[in-house]
């Protein structure tokens, strides 16, 4: 059985007598340790499939299963608790609390999870040992990218969601943020999806998938996936 996977997923959206097919009939799977690109253009999709992964919406159809449980058949205190111990997120706008440093704000989501990674040591890891004492307002766009990257892993996550995780940032800043992603996908074996309307980013990972239109178009595997520093856009 693999580590995660969507059966024939279809998700609606009702607003008053409007109805909207974000997802029609999406199926793929992801192996654990992947490092998964979810790509396709504007309104297609995306953000809804992250969400349902994420259990912040839940299916109309289908089955959704992450690491062994039915994440579509979760109650709502059941989900909560997936969300807050099972699931890392990193946005595009980092979501950082602007009155906390950045140890704080790590520190902040581990207190709230159950297995959680030293807060220090993980900003460490992430390149900003020495700016922990620093508030988002002093951090660069890409520094504070960093900080919330740390803050999803010291959750000791086993999934790490990322919509568009490089959409605020400047080319090499965009291009170092991946590095890291990349990074801790191989060396701490974590599943990590990410999802951009950027095709150039597409020979990193292990595996593609295309959406369009609510449809998967298709799932595609790299054999040799490149680095960060291979490809250019
Ligand atoms: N909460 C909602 N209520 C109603 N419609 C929604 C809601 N969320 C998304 N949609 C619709 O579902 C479709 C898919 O949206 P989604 O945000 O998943 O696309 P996306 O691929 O992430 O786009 P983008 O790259 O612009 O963020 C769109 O038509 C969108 O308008």
């Known amino acids: ?25 999406v199926s793929f799977e992801i192996d654990e340790g992947e490092f998964v690109v979810i790509v396709g253009p504007s309104g297609a999709g995306k953000t809804t499939v992250l969400n349902l992964l994420g259990g912040m919406e839940s299916v109309t159809g289908g089955v959704i299963a992450v690491a062994g449980r039915r994440v579509s058949d ?19 706008f980092y979501n950082l609390i602007q009155n906390l440093t950045a ?9 709230i999870s159950r297995a959680p990674l030293d807060a220090g040591k993980t900003l460490e890891e992430v390149g900003l040992g020495e700016r922990k004492n620093n508030f988002p307002a002093q ?10 990257i740390a803050r999803a892993l010291c959750k000791n996550p086993r999934l790490l969601l990322c919509d568009e995780p490089t959409g605020a940032l ?10 890291l992603l990349h990074e801790t996908c191989r060396d701490k074996g ?3 999806i990410v999802i951009t309307h950027n095709q150039a980013i597409t020979p990193m990972a292990d595996k ?26």
């Open 1 to 25: 059985m693999s580590f995660l996977s969507l059966e024939h997923v279809s998700k609606q959206y009702k607003t008053g007598e409007v109805v909207t097919d974000a997802l029609r009939d």
């Open 74 to 92: 979760l109650s709502k205190k059941e989900l909560t608790a997936y969300r807050r111990h099972d699931i890392g997120f990193v946005f595009q």
């Open 170 to 179: 400047d080319y090499a800043t965009g291009k170092d943020v991946l590095r």
């Open 208 to 233: 593609v998938i295309h959406i369009k239109n609510g449809r998967q178009e298709r799932v595609l595997k790299n054999i040799a996936p490149q680095s960060v520093e291979e490809i250019e856009w």
């Open 190 to 192: 974590m599943t990590v």
């Open 103 to 111: 140890l704080e704000n790590v520190e902040l989501a581990s207190q």
């Open 139 to 148: 951090l660069s766009g890409g520094e504070q990218q960093r900080v919330a």
